[in-house]
């Protein structure tokens, strides 16, 4: 592939079904667009989704450990309890939040509601600062628990 | 206007209108799943958030008794199962998004859902090993 100097050469870089380049227009891809609120917190809604992907074997291995004894058990909480296992946790919790609001922001856009631009960034501020709050707020009831 | 172009308009074929389904009868079952399990896991996950919270630095003892309780097991069996469903689902889509080629896609579908089900059976089963 050649080299580009117009950002918009890079819509133009095709694929025949059998693999070869040809130079065509195509649909604007992320090379294009500059990242904006709408678009960062929606790939961010399916990187969280992913994360939890990951994040809910933690909580498989918990239960399993649970069920096997207080060996397997200990292993769980002592991995959880270190600096590694507290800070999976910690972004475990924001991701969880992230998801779950940004969840009911899609549920409302499902339907039908909130669509308009204005509607749109200021759901999207409110999932952002929600998730800070809530995540702080968890981590200090855990805290204090603890 | 004839209802031949109405047809063609509609990407229908004269079949499908005929039977009056849709092209694999249930085009919108997996988009609903997501939806509805997402609903369920509203207040599943602020259930489970207390209770992660309250268990910070549990004994063996205060887990086990925690797993036990009729209702925690009960609401956590349901959390896994739809948490399951709906990674799945997601996990579908971004396959669908991302893989390329036939092969891999559906290799990469299969896997997920036989890890997700395997996951899903195993979590539970200790739920009800502990609570039963």
């Known amino acids: 592939m050649s080299l580009t100097h117009d950002p918009r050469d890079a819509a133009f870089h095709g694929r025949r079904t059998d693999g070869s380049t040809v130079r065509r227009p195509l649909s604007p891809h992320l090379q294009v667009y500059k990242p904006q609120l709408t678009s960062a917190l929606s790939i961010f809604n399916r990187i969280t989704g992913c994360a939890w992907a990951g994040g809910i074997l933690l909580l498989v291995w918990w239960l399993v450990a649970a069920a096997a004894g207080p060996g397997a058990f200990g292993a769980v909480q002592w991995f959880l309890g270190s600096f590694v296992g507290l800070l999976i946790l910690f972004g475990m919790t924001a991701a969880a939040w992230y998801h779950t609001l940004g969840g009911v922001r899609h549920l409302f856009w499902d339907a039908g509601y909130g669509f308009d631009l204005p509607t749109t960034y200021t759901s999207g501020y409110a999932v952002l600062i929600g998730t800070g709050v809530l995540t702080v707020l968890t981590w200090i009831v855990a805290l204090v628990v603890w | ?132």
């Open chain 2, 1 to 132: 206007m004839n209802s031949e172009h109405d047809a063609a308009l509609r990407l229908q074929t004269p079949l499908g209108r005929v039977r009056g389904l849709g092209s694999a009868r249930g085009g919108t079952h997996h988009w609903w799943g997501q939806r509805l399990t997402s609903l369920a896991l509203l207040p599943l996950t602020i259930w489970f958030a207390l209770s992660a919270v309250g268990l910070a630095g549990a004994s063996h003892a205060q887990a086990l008794a925690f797993i036990a309780a009729p209702l925690n097991a009960v609401l956590m069996i349901a959390t896994l199962l739809l948490s399951f469903h709906h990674t799945n689902a997601g996990l579908q889509v971004v396959i669908e998004d991302y893989v390329r080629g036939p092969g891999m896609r559906v290799a990469a579908l299969l896997a997920v859902k036989a890890v997700c089900g395997l996951l899903a059976i195993a979590s539970v089963f200790a739920v009800l090993r502990i609570a039963v």
